[in-house]
């Protein structure tokens, strides 16, 4: 549809500052400089995609914001100097930046050269346009013309405020009638971190056959999700969190068709030491029939019609837990090649452009996994400073868990 949904508009106010900033990124790397006449062309169907985009306030109190085709993009990044393969997801972390889904272009295209010889490409936008699988669909879209679902025709402010407000009272006065239970307490504030030279975030990107991943999930009874969140659980431990008990923030895909929006829900799971991958695999699949919702019924299109800050209070560390695993699952296979380049890496991730050391969220370490052909790739984002210092400590630390396994994996 062409108005934001409650997700839309929860991480558009984080962009105003009210909450945790997100960014998608999508990383592909080549084995050779990629030709810049290609990038011109994919950055060209980018800024007439469905990333062309941005936010319009609706006239009419109580009327959802609308998206509003967009044709201004920022230009086309290419970094001149070749860096060194270890600088790579620095490089990647600093291509978040000046992202405006309101105001401005929301999305950026960039690529940089490597000093081995190689090529790495990244597509950035702002958590508003898009979740991690619609990132997806729009560069495959742009590499490919494959057809999207088309946005459907919207109401006028008028209609769509009366159906706000309609639905909002209804719902409000239905759940006060039932009664609505207290919130939970909310989780201790963190102690602001030791702030390392590189910021509050550490980052690291690793490859796994896929034979061997599906190998070791089954020999434990599970899944390849399962072992995913297992996997994440116990690097968390091995950082040192000291609670015997993980809050584990699972986002699910419910769009029924290939649209490039925020198409997505949220469970969760908690995990102690005794869990497994096929006890996680269990819970899991009873959390995915279970989603996160507000409180008491409260309707949560309550949360469009509030004022930003009134509605930031209330919504406050939505969906954020101790870890969040984010099963992007199979890329298109048309993200192997950019052109005539075949692609030696494809990651998608989330990466947190202007994150200040007094501000975490709640949640300390973030996990992405991605399928394309024969291979796994596990994205990782560290928000916990004083536990991973740096990203050859994130990355040791999941080799760590991962050669206890019998998982052999190559950084990138």
């Known amino acids: 549809m062409n108005r934001l949904s409650v997700v839309d508009e929860i991480f558009l106010r984080a962009h105003r500052g009210m909450g945790t900033p997100i960014a998608l990124q999508g990383l592909w790397r080549t084995a ?10 994919v950055h060209e169907a980018l800024r007439t995609g469905p990333l062309g985009r941005r936010v319009v306030r609706g006239r ?3 009327a959802r ?6 044709a201004q993009a920022h230009p086309l990044t290419l970094t001149e100097a070749a860096i060194p393969a270890a600088a790579l997801l620095d490089w990647a972390d600093g291509q978040g930046t000046d992202l405006d889904p309101e105001f401005g272009p929301g999305w950026r295209l960039s690529s940089v050269n490597l000093l081995d010889g190689g090529s790495v490409a990244a597509l950035t936008c702002s958590h508003s346009l898009a979740d991690g699988r619609a990132l997806t669909l729009a560069i495959d879209h742009a590499l490919t013309g494959t057809p999207l679902a088309d946005p459907a025709a919207g109401h006028s402010d008028w209609a769509d405020a009366r159906r706000q407000w309609r639905t909002v009272i209804g719902g409000t006065a239905r759940a006060l009638r039932r009664g609505i239970p207290a919130r939970p307490p909310a989780p201790a504030p963190r102690p602001a971190p030791r702030i390392r030279a590189g910021g509050v975030t550490a980052s690291a990107a690793l490859q796994i056959p896929a034979r061997e991943w599906n190998r070791v999930a089954v020999a434990h009874d599970g899944t390849a999700n399962s072992l995913f969140v297992y996997v994440v659980a116990t690097m968390l431990w091995d950082s040192g969190f000291e609670p015997d008990t993980i809050a584990a923030s699972l986002p ?3 769009r029924d068709e290939p649209r490039v929006d925020n198409d997505m829900a949220m469970t969760e799971i908690a995990i102690t030491p005794a869990d497994t991958p096929a006890s996680i695999r269990h819970r899991a699949r009873a959390a995915y029939e279970h989603r996160m919702s507000s409180p008491g019924g409260i309707p949560e299109e309550l949360l469009q019609v509030l004022p930003d800050r009134w509605a930031h209070r209330l919504a406050a560390g939505a969906g954020e837990r101790d870890i969040l695993c984010s099963n992007i699952g199979t890329l298109p296979d048309s993200l192997l090649f950019l052109g005539a380049h075949p692609c030696t890496g494809v990651a998608a991730r989330a990466i947190h452009p202007g994150l200040r050391a007094d501000r975490l969220p709640r949640t300390r370490l973030s996990g992405y996994l991605t399928r394309i052909a024969d291979g796994y790739t596990l994205s990782l984002v560290s928000l916990d400073p004083d536990a991973v210092p740096d990203n050859s400590a994130l990355s040791a630390l999941a080799t760590g868990v991962l050669s206890g396994l019998g998982l052999d994996a190559t950084g990138w």
């Open 32 to 41: 050779d400089p990629i030709d810049a006449a290609l990038l011109i062309r």
């Open 65 to 70: 914001p609308r998206w509003q085709p967009n």
């Open 252 to 254: 699910v895909d419910t």
């Open 60 to 62: 009419v109190p109580g």
